[in-house]
């Protein structure tokens, strides 16, 4: 009982120490389908359930913050039948229940708050967040706050020009060097900036 307590300990540690090098961390006890990419910088820091499959896959980008408990669902019952289990059309050899509605694509910088629920066919683009508690059944606009079930718009993060500015820079690809050389980037707080007025990011990026 206790070496097996073990070897449960060891893999629980090591099943996701492939992300360690690109500074990545995916909560232990998290299930993650062999079909999902995660980028660099992000960080899953509850148990989250993602069931990616070949025909379905998942992307997460970098510099995500995602709390505890993402369910990422790629596939959903078909209705259509009488009977909705699948394990009934499989002893009877009926037709699968199974489908999709094909991959789930979530940006880079995306904040997604605890008990979060992702549904087949969406794409959450850069700078969204997604609301505690939120189903997600479409797809969300880049830096959008989207709450609630179903999951909708309420505001933008930003003026549209920043956000149009903010979607040629991308950030998430600098090296280490060039984000530590621009404190003043990341310290600017883009919500403050008017509709109206002219402001150009590039002015406060070091190259």
């Not at 006890?29 to 379905?56: L, Q, Y």
């Not at 699948?86 to 037709?95: E, L, W």
């Not at 606009?141 to 718009?153: D, E, F, L, R, W």
Request: one cysteine or more; proline letters at 4%; a positive charge.
């Amino acid at each position: 009982m206790k070496i097996s307590k073990f070897f449960k300990k060891v893999f629980s540690i090591n099943k996701f120490a492939k992300y360690k090098k690109s500074k990545i961390f995916i909560h232990p006890d998290s299930k993650v389908g062999k079909f999902t990419t995660v980028g660099f910088g992000t960080r899953i820091t509850g148990p989250a359930f993602i069931d990616s499959k070949k025909e379905s896959p998942v992307s997460i980008g970098k510099y995500c913050a995602i709390a505890h408990n993402l369910r990422i669902r790629t596939r959903n019952h078909y209705t259509g039948y009488i009977n909705m289990q699948h394990r009934f059309q499989r002893r009877y050899n009926f037709p699968e229940l199974v489908r999709t509605k094909g991959a789930i694509n979530i940006g880079n910088g995306v904040w997604i708050g605890d008990n979060v629920t992702i549904l087949p066919g969406v794409e959450i683009a850069n700078g969204a967040v997604i609301g505690a508690g939120s189903i997600v059944t479409k797809s969300i606009p880049p830096y959008s706050i989207a709450v609630g079930n179903p999951a909708k718009v309420i505001k933008k993060r930003f003026s549209d020009q920043i956000i149009e500015q903010l979607q040629e820079i991308n950030w998430w690809d600098w090296s280490e060097e060039k984000i530590k050389n621009n404190r003043r980037f990341f310290e600017t707080d883009f919500s403050q900036i008017k509709k109206d007025e002219m402001f150009m990011i590039n002015k406060v990026i070091v190259d």
